[in-house]
């Protein structure tokens, strides 16, 4: 065997294999060939070695080896080339180099070549439908490098007909099918043509279908339907088609090797689907899988090809996503240096120049929002319209092109109030809007540009034009109840329309919209996200629950108020409570679905959020977060299928809950106090007796009580960070703070209520919005016949978390878990120690060391747990609190998924145990929320930080009769006591909390 047939035998194994060394083997010993052949086998030896070249480019992405390719090729060329595939063979070697160079010379001796060769009537069909598909891609190309609308229209055509001739079973009709889909994609996003959209998803799957899974190259076939379904999300918002898009692009990545020079496209599509699933839903691991995936594409893509910079343009796309999640990190920087890079390099006829100067114009816009500087703002307006003067008419951005530049003219409005700047602004918004059907994913973003934009004219001009006000609240009505808007545009939207009907005190109108958005609210923290990201996303609604319900008081609907609230606050653990109702029955009559839904729920639980005490289930990436939301979904939508099942999981009624309350709270006929503070008014209800009493609260001023959390805070903060010699002058500070917050807490909360409710002994709170962060159960004169003094507090974060937990458990013997460890904390071993003391080694565990493992054995086997030692919290990640254990951290999120229903009371004597966070007082997230969300009957906690010796006092006077069986009067009393001993000093005796059901 010489070595021409050796190398046709290597070449014949890649074929079969994929195997990438044995083509580069197959060339090497093909050029041995070719140099040494006689002038008879010249001809035929060059021309394989020229295709061999070009298929191992195709591999490797060595535009080295492509150049070889098309010199071999070229120096070969004579009469007959045309027919035996010579010609066709150099065309293809020019159409890549042609795409990598941005070189049209190139591409158009390529495309002259191809007409040639499938023009010929001598040329056999099979050669001939081979160079028709080519010449589909060739076309394409150049629409791409020259905006050329007839040579994607040509494509189309040639596409078609090499399909004609392409008999089915054919080994090329899949790659030939996946010609013709990419070119009607490419029709659907220059012309917005729906239907050649959905003609290349069928042509694209039908592709892949008809080449076997043994080809090493199908990749290429899943790649382009998965381009297609990246459309068709684009085109209709359907997440679960971007999902399948994800899904093919994950498969056609694992059939290559990890050094295949396909892995950069696939890569770089890979990091678009999934920054467009990011976009959607916010989860921040898919953000970051995206930005891994385009680093990777860059990272293995030659600089001077223009591939590089496409792909760039996807990683600054990730990377500016990266810096609105992170505004402490580089990536914005860095984003708007790959997209400057980019339109350096690009001419403005490529179509994914107008992308970049887009992508360039939003990144710099989120630096001016950061920095403030005027020249970041008027650089993004002139990439914005650069942008918009690059795309044709018809292309399928173009009307998000309008909408972003119509945003940042409103920018430059609200920085410069130049009438001129706002109707540019209006005059933008007006044509995106103009420009998309109803159905666009993002027509209800488009009308709530425009309505909030007139509503800003409004403000600023006659506001007797009340058709101007009207055109805005239709437009923001449309958008919220667009079904293909994205939740959280839907809720901004709605937001917006409550908003703007307000102003003009059209309370039946500002309801409806408001109940909208409360309605969305949990479509926009959906549970297969983090803890962290569900808060994050529910924070940028902030007091929405709270203005519907304040619209509700406005229209005298009271019941109406209180159901707004519950449906719109404590979203975020909620899915980790047992208390189910209905599953019980669930049980009963579908315990095979009760099973799956409760393994759903572990799953969903386990994937969301992972500790060093809690870690990930086994087996379950990152991109099986979604798959296991997917299920979970389903899972309820079964269960709710069931006759009697369709409100499981659904929000509770209130008057359900008011019947609860009435019931639970029959014996001590306890009073609940809901307050609900908004900027469009405050109020309260009492509820008692199964009865809503509403209480208006003229004196309670929203603004104020956002200003004095936050004062109330500021000095709890220099305590803290005082030193010896200053810490008299910072507490001393606190009590003047804390005097006039609790004085005017009396006159505007507790006095108005305790006038409507008469004489109670104890009262159950729910406080919404900056009220959560202050001591209600303080206020007054701290003089006999204050609050403290004539009622027992409890508080809760909603109705339902007044309820006991459904199947609550009982622990097998009374056994109280004491954990005390942490460096310069001897005031809680003292305490400890004494409660051991107190309660006799036999009653108590008391786990040393107190690991994060050992604690959490204990917790569900103890009916008390008594913890005293280092709290943590951060302001910007308040689900990071945790309690400090001596191998690691015991946190919010870990203590929320532990079972503990056999827990009677856990005493939490650490720092700012029931410290809200101003960013998501609508979603308590604190160390006794936590607890209770464990399923924990009571909770004494702290607002802020206790003194580590008058902590131990409190506790050990409240225990000082034993484990109380009332824990909220206990610790009320114990209150009372230090503050009779030391009544200048409310920084030891004002934080503590009750939290608990009803009494």
Avoid at 55 to 66: E, H, P, W
Avoid at 547 to 556: L, V
Avoid at 737 to 755: E, I, K, M, N, S
Wanted: overall charge negative; glycine content about 8%.
């Amino acid at each position: 065997m010489n070595d021409y047939e050796r190398a046709l035998s290597h070449w014949d194994e890649f074929d079969r294999t994929g195997d990438v060394a044995q083509l580069a083997l197959a060339v090497d010993l093909l050029r041995t060939a070719h140099a040494t052949a006689s002038p008879a086998d010249r001809y035929l030896y060059g021309g394989n070695l020229g295709l061999a070249l070009s298929r191992l480019y195709d591999q490797t992405y060595d535009l080295g080896i492509l150049r070889q390719s098309i010199d071999v090729l070229r120096g070969g060329l004579r009469e007959g080339s045309t027919d035996d595939g010579y010609a066709s063979n150099l065309a293809l070697a020019l159409q890549k180099y042609a795409a990598e160079m941005d070189d049209l010379a190139a591409l158009d001796e390529s495309i002259g070549l191809m007409r040639e060769v499938s023009g010929s009537a001598s040329v056999d069909q099979d050669l001939r439908a081979r160079v028709l598909s080519a010449l589909s891609t060739a076309l394409q190309d150049r629409y791409e490098l020259a905006s050329d609308p007839k040579a994607l229209a040509e494509s189309v055509t040639v596409g078609r007909a090499s399909l004609v001739i392409t008999p089915e079973g054919h080994p090329r009709r899949g790659p030939h099918l996946a010609h013709l889909g990419l070119a009607l994609r490419m029709t659907y996003e220059s012309t917005g043509d729906l239907a050649a959209l959905a003609e290349a998803v069928e042509v694209s799957r039908e592709a892949v279908h008809a080449v076997d899974d043994e080809v090493p190259s199908k990749d290429i076939e899943m790649s382009s339907l998965s381009l297609a379904l990246r459309m068709v999300y684009e085109a209709h918002g359907q997440l679960a088609v971007l999902d399948e898009s994800i899904a093919w692009l994950r498969r056609a990545v694992a059939r290559l090797a990890p050094d295949h020079g396909r892995q950069a496209p696939h890569h770089s599509n890979l990091a678009l689907a999934l920054w467009t699933r990011y976009e959607r839903t916010g989860d921040l691991a898919v953000l970051r899988e995206a930005v891994d995936a385009a680093r990777t594409a860059v990272d293995r893509t030659d600089t001077d090809s223009s591939d590089h910079r496409l792909y760039s343009n996807n990683l600054g796309l990730t990377l500016w996503s990266l810096h609105e999640r992170d505004p402490e990190s580089h990536a914005l920087n860095e984003a708007i240096e790959h997209f400057r890079h980019i339109l350096a390099g690009t001419g403005e006829s490529r179509i994914f120049f107008h992308q970049s100067a887009s992508n360039l114009a939003v990144a710099l816009h989120a630096r001016y929002l950061r920095r403030g500087t005027a020249a970041d703002l008027q650089d993004a307006i002139a990439a914005a319209e650069l942008a918009d003067r690059a795309a044709a008419e018809s292309h399928v951005d173009r009307q998000r092109y309008l909408s972003l530049l119509g945003t940042l003219h409103q920018d430059g409005y609200a920085r410069d109030p130049d009438p001129a700047r706002l109707e540019a602004a209006i005059a933008s918004f007006r044509s995106a809007v103009a420009a998309s059907p109803p159905d666009h994913p993002d027509s209800a973003l488009f009308r709530l540009n425009l309505g909030t934009a007139l509503v800003e004219r409004w403000r600023a001009g006659d506001q007797a034009d009340g058709g101007l006000l009207a055109e805005a609240r239709g437009l923001l009505e449309e958008a919220a109840h667009s079904p293909s808007g994205a939740p959280r545009v839907r809720v901004e939207a709605a937001r917006s329309a409550g908003d703007a009907a307000a102003e003009v005190q059209d309370w039946p109108a500002a309801l409806t919209s408001y109940a909208i958005g409360v309605e969305q609210l949990p479509k926009v923290a959906p549970g297969h996200l983090d803890l962290a990201d569900r808060g994050r996303e529910l924070g940028r609604f902030l007091g929405l629950a709270s203005d519907a319900a304040a619209a509700a008081f406005h229209c005298g609907d009271p019941g109406r108020a209180l159901q707004l609230l519950e449906n719109g606050r404590g979203l975020l653990l909620q899915t980790f409570l047992d208390d189910i109702p209905l599953l019980d029955e669930l049980r009963t009559r579908e315990p095979k679905l009760a099973d799956d839904f409760v393994w759903a729920r572990h799953r969903l639980d386990r994937t969301r959020t992972a500790s060093a005490s809690m870690p990930a289930l086994g087996g379950i990436e990152a991109e099986d977060l979604h798959a296991v939301g997917n299920a979970w979904d389903a899972t309820i939508e079964r269960i709710r299928a069931i006759p009697g099942f369709d409100t499981f999981l659904r929000p509770t009624p209130v008057d359900d809950l008011l019947t609860a309350i009435e019931s639970d709270g029959a014996a001590t006929d306890t009073p609940v106090i809901v307050v609900n503070s908004s900027r469009l008014r405050c109020d309260a209800v009492v509820i008692r007796r199964g009865a809503a009493v509403h209480v208006p609260l003229p004196l309670l001023i929203h603004e104020e009580t956002g200003a004095h959390a936050r004062d109330l805070r500021r000095v709890i903060d220099a305590v803290a960070d005082s030193s010896d010699a200053g810490r008299a002058a910072a507490e001393r500070r606190f009590g003047e703070t804390f005097d006039t917050v609790t004085h005017r807490l009396f006159q505007t909360v507790a006095g108005p209520v305790l006038a409507a409710t008469g004489p109670v002994s104890r009262v159950h709170w729910i406080p919404t919005g900056a009220l959560t962060a202050l001591p209600l159960h303080a206020a007054g004169e701290h003089a006999p016949g204050d609050l403290l003094e004539r009622v027992i507090s409890s508080y809760a974060a909603t109705l339902r978390g007044l309820r006991a937990p459904a199947g609550e458990a009982v622990a097998s013997q009374e056994r109280i878990l004491v954990v005390s460890e942490g460096p310069g904390l001897e005031g809680t071993e003292r305490e400890a120690d004494a409660l051991q003391q107190l309660f006799g080694t036999d009653r108590v565990t008391r786990p040393v060391p107190a690991t994060v493992d050992n604690v959490v054995d204990a917790l569900p086997h103890c009916s008390t747990a008594h913890i005293a030692l280092h709290g943590c919290s951060d302001p910007d990640d308040p689900l990071s609190g945790a309690l400090e254990l001596a191998d690691g951290d015991l946190d919010v999120t870990a203590i929320s998924r532990l079972r503990l229903t056999a827990v009677r009371l856990a005493y939490l004597s650490a720092c700012d145990t029931a410290a809200p966070d101003d960013g998501r007082s609508d979603e308590p997230v604190h160390l006794a929320a936590a607890f209770r969300s464990a399923g924990c009957r009571h909770v004494v906690a702290t607002l802020w930080p206790a003194e580590d010796d008058s902590a131990a006092d409190i506790a050990l006077d409240f225990y000082a009769r034993g484990v109380p069986e009332d824990p909220a009067y206990a610790i009320n009393q114990a209150q009372r006591r230090r503050r009779t001993a030391a009544p200048g000093a409310p920084l030891t005796w004002g934080p503590y909390e009750h939290w608990g059901v009803l009494a």
